[in-house]
């Protein structure tokens, strides 16, 4: 049985890699991808999970400072970013440079609260991590022009399945990554790229399932709760970006393939001698070994 079990495995991550290269080819830029630096500092990725106001609570801003910091998604709208002044500024959601005639009301007023609070709040210089696509988009080229401390630099979100051999090439060379159904996913992958040898995640709290209910329509709806909306939404229709209900299956499956990549990460992580740590103070993210910031920061600098 076992060997049976090892035959099926080989085959469909063969199935898995071939699948892979082709949307490679179809979707990756070869040229122009973010690259690696020399990094003299530990990044730390500031989740938007409401456990972040127990990171930047317990720890002393002197202690931040120790680390490069990279902020993710709406965080921009928050009244604490001006004070956090991130390095890195990661986007990966497609509705940020999408055409308004793509979006519902909804995820146009997200894109253009979000361009406004960068290009009015922003007063360190500081590089935006965007997908390939954002090279297409007016609003974001826009975005990128008004406001010089704005810098740009590219990545590819194309999902990378399959054989770890070819997986990781290909990770290597910047043409994709596990599927970026998370921020943090290719927050991560691109915090390797660029050198960094230790990753902290702090404020991944991850808490979905338990904000995931069912109304007697049978629509399922998610209570959207982050550091900066500690109280969270009213629960709401799961929708994609033009109005389209979600079912159940579909939310969880979205939810699973997140925590996975961050198994596949793991196992890259580890084979690149790169140390990811969840400092989190609350996050159902089993992946990554569990530390304190502050013990973090001081094995960083004996090494």
């Not at 995820?107 to 210089?125: M, N, V």
């Not at 406001?147 to 979100?157: A, H, I």
């Not at 629960?235 to 970006?241: I, N, Y």
Request: overall charge positive.
């Amino acid at each position: 049985m076992r060997i049976l079990l090892c035959i099926q495995s080989f085959i469909v991550g063969l199935i898995q890699t071939k699948l892979s290269a082709m949307r490679i080819l179809l979707q990756s830029n070869f040229i122009g991808i973010v690259q690696h630096e020399t990094q003299t500092k530990p990044l730390l990725i500031l989740g938007n999970g409401p456990s972040l106001n127990d990171t930047l609570k317990n720890n002393a801003a002197a202690l931040l400072e120790g680390f490069d910091s990279m902020a993710v998604n709406a965080a921009a709208c928050s009244d604490q970013f001006s004070a956090l002044q991130p390095n890195l500024y990661i986007l990966n959601a497609v509705t940020y440079f999408q055409n308004d005639s793509e979006l519902s009301p909804f995820y146009i007023q997200a894109k253009y609260d979000l361009f406004e609070a960068l290009k009015a709040k922003t007063r360190w210089e500081m590089t935006l991590l965007v997908p390939f696509r954002a090279k297409k988009s007016t609003d974001f080229q826009q975005l990128i022009a008004s406001n010089p401390n704005l810098k740009v630099r590219y990545f590819n979100q194309t999902p990378v399945e399959g054989l770890n051999f070819w997986s990781h090439r290909w990770y290597n060379i910047g043409w994709g990554m596990p599927r970026p159904h998370n921020v943090l996913i290719p927050g991560i992958m691109t915090g390797i790229r660029l050198g960094y040898k230790t990753i902290a995640i702090v404020g991944a709290d991850h808490s979905w399932l338990a904000d995931l209910s069912v109304n007697d329509k049978n629509e399922a709806l998610l209570r959207h709760v982050h550091y900066y909306a500690t109280d969270g939404t009213q629960p709401m229709k799961v929708e994609d970006r033009i109005d389209r209900p979600r079912k159940l299956h579909e939310i969880i499956h979205k939810f699973y393939l997140s925590f996975k990549g961050y198994w596949q990460i793991r196992a890259y992580a580890n084979k690149k001698q790169v140390s990811i740590i969840n400092a989190s103070s609350v996050s159902m993210i089993d992946a990554f070994d569990r530390k304190p910031l502050a013990q973090l920061l001081n094995v960083t600098d004996k090494n």
